[in-house]
């Protein structure tokens, strides 16, 4: 069992940067992949970020490539996101999970444990 929270998220204008992060707990936590996905009202659920558990490997989607960067300490239990120059499209429900194989990570169903979400809004 592993539980995540996220927290970090809130109300920025375009440009600005926010840091989230995901609190967790679990003996295993460490050796699990995390990653981040968002979902923007009457959209699916859609893959951001990832990072393995050495933070060695990480995979992020197009629209966010050269923006966010993800990042984890494991002494803390703890997954960031660190999201600079955010758009308004930005804007979403930011969800953490986390999966114990690197394989099909940019998968919604790949997932084995997720976080309840903190809303991420960018006015423009």
């Known amino acids: 069992q592993v539980h995540l929270v996220e927290s970090g998220g809130g109300l920025v204008q375009a440009g600005a940067s926010l840091r989230l992060s995901c609190a967790a707990s679990?003996?295993?936590?460490?050796?699990?992949?995390k990653g981040w996905f968002r979902q923007a009202p009457g959209k699916e659920r859609e893959f951001v970020a990832a990072?393995?558990?050495?933070?060695?490997?990480?995979d992020y989607a197009d629209s966010v490539k050269g923006r966010f960067t993800i990042s984890r300490d494991n002494a803390k239990n703890t997954a960031y996101l660190q999201m600079n120059s955010l758009k308004p499209e930005d804007t979403a429900v930011y969800y953490c999970?986390?999966?114990?194989?690197?394989?099909?990570?940019?998968?919604?169903?790949?997932?084995?444990?997720w976080g309840q979400g903190t809303q991420v809004t960018v006015s423009s």
């Open positions: 999970a986390a999966v114990i194989n690197w394989n099909m990570v940019r998968q919604v169903n790949g997932y084995d444990y």
């Open positions: 990072i393995s558990w050495s933070g060695g490997r990480t």
């Open positions: 679990g003996r295993t936590f460490s050796t699990y992949v």
